[in-house]
């Protein structure tokens, strides 16, 4: 019973339709506020990854420094180029005694649909890889309409769309293999 407690408690992170009884790690996927994601990136010394995932609703701006992945593009080998990614950050990251696990950030327009399926893509690679334990899965609480809203004047967290970096795909041309290690 305690388990079921405690296991309901962050079902409340996901939404319920993409929570299966078969789905159990769907759980350990969270949001993260656009406030804690611009301290990340402002402060700039905890290991955090940024993919944008949106396909045909890209508008002229993306979170700086964000990678680039529709998500019809985001399959096994990009999973594999962003965990590797994931595992050299944290490790340029956590120098002396830090060990801080490597957020790994999802958004699409909304952050409802398309980053969610992502963010679960990744998660259960990284589970699959035994990988959980240093990186962390997250998924930006109101995607980019929020963060554009809160932050359109702030250089140091919005950019010009650029999919110049990118996962291995690329808006312009989707066969293009730009490597992740380019960011």
């Known amino acids: 019973m305690k388990n079921q407690v405690e296991s309901a408690r962050h079902l409340h992170h996901f939404p319920h339709r993409y929570l299966h009884k078969h789905h159990q790690h769907e759980a350990s996927i969270g949001f993260i506020s656009n ?3 611009a301290a990340r990136l402002i402060e700039g ?3 955090t990854i ?3 995932v949106r396909d045909d609703d890209v ?3 993306q979170i700086r420094g964000a990678l680039f992945c529709p998500e019809h593009c985001f399959g096994p080998k990009q999973v594999q180029r962003l965990v590797q990614k994931a595992n050299e950050t944290r490790v340029q990251c956590n120098t002396g005694i830090s060990n801080h696990k490597c957020y790994v950030v999802f958004y699409c327009r ?3 649909k398309k980053s969610l399926r992502c963010a679960y893509k ?3 690679a990284l589970s699959d890889m035994g990988q959980i334990h240093g990186i962390s899965t997250k998924v930006l609480r109101g995607g980019a309409e929020s963060w554009f809203k809160s932050y ?3 250089h140091r967290l919005v950019q010009d769309f650029d999919d110049t970096f990118s996962i291995g795909c690329s808006k312009q041309n989707h066969g ?3 490597d992740i290690t380019s960011r």
Request: glycine share 4%; no cysteine.
């Open 35 to 37: 406030e804690d994601l």
């Open 45 to 47: 010394y905890l290991p």
């Open 50 to 52: 940024v993919i944008d």
């Open 59 to 61: 508008t002229g701006r």
């Open 110 to 112: 909304d952050s409802v």
């Open 122 to 124: 990744f998660h259960q």
């Open 152 to 154: 359109e004047t702030d």
């Open 176 to 178: 293009t293999n730009n």
